[in-house]
């Protein structure tokens, strides 16, 4: 994977939903199409679900290394933010000082 640290970071804080009732309905479900199905199809309707749920958690990661660099980015567009006001604010005492020097030399 392109982002191994922001995925290691995901296993270590992400938490996924318990969803009792939509894993209890899931269940169902599958007894059901065992019930019915043959062989080959329910190999097959097996598949797909491990081919959604792969669709899924990649989502889920994408979505939290998507949030992080979003994070990230403004974390940073603020810090800038805060260097030059810093900055400015340090012209601006200085531009006081000078000012107030000049004041009382009169």
Known sequence: MKYKLLKDLYDCFYTP???????????????????VLGKPERRLVLQIIDAKDRIAEDTSIDSFISGFVLAWKLFMELNYYEDE?????RTAMELRARFASKEEEK
């Open 85 to 89: 006001r810093s900055v400015s604010c």
């Open 17 to 35: 939903p318990e969803l009792p009732a939509q894993k209890q309905e899931i269940d169902e479900c599958h007894q059901a199409l065992s019930e």
